[in-house]
């Protein structure tokens, strides 16, 4: 294939785009949604380039997507605290409105701090690493969303994050218990938490545990299920000699 050396050129020119790799491992983690990053890519592209105002049109034409949903995840993204909107007066009165990301990477930053801790604390006790906890938990966000068929809010992301943090639940309880609420058609993280803390409450330590119960539940059905008398229903009380059963 013959190359166009004016093609080639235009290409080159066309800058690139400089995106930390922290942010793109952890942009889960502080809250950011799939379609929140990608605003954030084409965003920082512009500023790269020297655009003091974001052009909605042009990212949603970019995206495939309106101005307004544009829009709506910027706004999003400035509720959960991540950037600041701040508006401008130029010389000639008109008003231009910038996009201050500095909460997010100290965000980041936060997650980066907290984890070289933790990395101090695993080595001197031998805990899983950071890297594997992360793993894990990431897991869990992609088998929730995938199950819900939704991406998670903000609020379901930090109930989440507690169930490991605060409640210490293990990601293959977590996993076991999203698989119970699935198989009863009960798609909502209170009833999986409520899982959760029951099993918790019965100091359960592996997945047998909960096999184990579960059989004891099927054979006390099939033995309530036998014990049932059956009963004929096709009696006509009125025209039955009741002194047979004498």
Same mark, same amino acid.
């Given at each position: 294939?013959?190359?166009?050396?004016?093609?080639?050129?235009?290409?080159?020119?066309?800058?690139?785009?400089?995106?930390?790799?922290?942010?793109?491992?952890?942009?889960?983690?502080?809250?950011?949604?799939?379609?929140?990053?990608?605003?954030?890519?084409?965003?920082?592209?512009? /500023?790269?380039?020297?655009?003091?105002?974001?052009?909605?049109?042009?990212?949603?034409?970019?995206?495939?997507?309106?101005?307004?949903?544009?829009?709506?995840?910027?706004? #999003?993204?400035?509720? *959960?605290?991540?950037?600041?909107? *701040?508006?401008?007066?130029?010389?000639?009165?008109?008003? /231009?409105? &910038?996009?201050?990301?500095?909460?997010?990477?100290?965000?980041?930053?936060?997650?980066?701090?907290?984890?070289?801790?933790?990395?101090?604390?695993?080595? =001197?006790?031998?805990?899983?690493?950071?890297? &594997?906890?992360?793993?894990?938990? #990431?897991?869990?966000? =992609?088998?929730?969303?995938?199950?819900?068929?939704?991406?998670?809010?903000?609020?379901?992301?930090?109930?989440?994050? =507690?169930?490991?943090?605060?409640?210490?639940? *293990?990601?293959?309880?977590?996993?076991?218990?999203?698989?119970?609420?699935?198989?009863?058609?009960?798609?909502?993280?209170?009833?999986?938490?409520?899982?959760?803390?029951?099993?918790?409450?019965?100091?359960?330590?592996?997945?047998?545990?909960?096999?184990?119960? *579960?059989?004891?539940?099927?054979?006390?059905?099939?033995?309530?299920?036998?014990?049932?008398?059956?009963?004929?229903?096709?009696?006509?009380?009125?025209?039955?000699?009741?002194?047979?059963?004498?």
């Amino acid at each position: 294939m013959e190359i166009d050396q004016n093609n080639l050129t235009l290409f080159l020119k066309s800058g690139q785009t400089t995106l930390n790799n922290f942010l793109l491992q952890h942009y889960r983690e502080i809250g950011i949604s799939n379609d929140e990053l990608l605003v954030y890519i084409q965003t920082k592209m512009g /500023t790269d380039r020297g655009a003091l105002e974001p052009s909605t049109e042009e990212i949603g034409h970019t995206l495939g997507w309106s101005a307004k949903k544009v829009f709506s995840h910027l706004e #999003a993204m400035r509720k *959960k605290g991540l950037v600041n909107f *701040k508006s401008r007066h130029a010389g000639d009165g008109k008003v /231009t409105t &910038e996009l201050d990301f500095m909460p997010l990477y100290m965000a980041l930053l936060k997650i980066k701090s907290s984890q070289d801790d933790t990395d101090d604390r695993i080595n =001197n006790q031998g805990m899983p690493s950071v890297d &594997e906890n992360n793993s894990q938990r #990431a897991d869990i966000y =992609n088998l929730i969303e995938q199950e819900f068929g939704r991406p998670l809010s903000q609020i379901e992301m930090e109930t989440i994050k =507690n169930w490991f943090d605060i409640d210490h639940f *293990k990601p293959m309880f977590i996993k076991a218990a999203v698989q119970e609420a699935v198989l009863n058609g009960a798609l909502n993280l209170r009833y999986i938490e409520t899982i959760l803390v029951s099993w918790q409450k019965k100091n359960y330590h592996s997945l047998n545990d909960i096999k184990s119960e *579960k059989g004891k539940h099927q054979q006390y059905k099939q033995l309530q299920s036998d014990e049932v008398i059956d009963i004929p229903t096709n009696i006509d009380i009125f025209n039955t000699d009741w002194n047979k059963f004498k």
